[in-house]
């Protein structure tokens, strides 16, 4: 399994609304990210767990709260979202260098 | 100063030409340089990574890395349309910090 997979694909939430971005990887990668992007732009950094522990928060506000339960799993909780908050959101795992993304979620914020 | 500098492009070259994508970083510690393909809509795909000076080739891609000028670039040969695309370039210093990315268009 050479994947990282995310769920769900696209998501739809309201500003008062919670929901979770999960994502799963099987390779044995002891570091995850999360990274948004918007529309045009790069990825930019959010969250990296190493070793099912956060290790990196790049100043991300609240509202998104990550939670590694296991070494194959990483989850984003959200909680009251702003519509700027729209964008993709891309999980990725490495061993070490190098980058294996999943393929995103697409959260649009009403 | 940006970390990662890419020219934002676009940049448009006949098919079965060479597209040269050029890159400058900031960090002179940086040890690993990688070049991510993003389609439109698409996750990120890595093609190419680079850690010591000189070429790296695979393929009909060959990236190029000097550090003492901070410069990495990537060279596509006998370009196809299915390589249009925007290209991230990405280094790795404590994690990994993108490049705005440059688009590329390949004209049949």
């Known amino acids: 399994d050479t994947e990282v997979t995310q769920t769900p694909k696209h998501l739809v939430m309201g500003m008062t609304n919670k929901k979770s971005l999960k994502c799963e990887q099987h390779?044995?990668?002891?570091?995850m990210y999360w990274y948004k992007q918007k529309a045009k732009k790069p990825p930019e950094l959010m969250f990296v767990y190493s070793y099912e522990k956060l290790s990196i928060n790049e100043s991300v506000p609240s509202r998104f709260s990550p939670e590694c339960p296991n070494s194959s799993l990483l989850n984003l909780h959200l909680h009251a979202l702003q519509p700027e908050d729209s964008a993709l959101y891309l999980c990725?795992?490495?061993?070490?260098?190098?980058?294996?993304f999943g393929s995103g979620t697409r959260l649009t914020v009403v | 100063q940006k970390e990662v500098e890419q020219n934002s492009g676009p940049l448009s070259v006949p098919e079965g030409a060479i597209a040269s994508l050029n890159c400058t970083y900031s960090d002179r510690g940086s040890q690993s340089f990688f070049w991510y393909r993003q389609y439109s809509g698409k996750s990120p795909e890595l093609i190419m990574f680079i850690y010591s000076n000189g070429d790296k080739e695979d393929g009909r891609f060959t990236a190029q890395l000097n550090k003492a000028s901070q410069y990495v670039s990537l060279l596509i040969r006998d370009s196809q349309p299915s390589d249009s695309a925007t290209y991230l370039c990405?280094?790795?210093?404590?994690?990994?910090?993108f490049g705005a990315g440059t688009r590329l268009t390949v004209k049949p």
């Open positions: 990405a280094v790795n210093q404590n994690d990994m910090r």
């Open positions: 990725a795992s490495s061993p070490g260098a190098g980058y294996t």
């Open positions: 390779m044995g990668h002891r570091a």
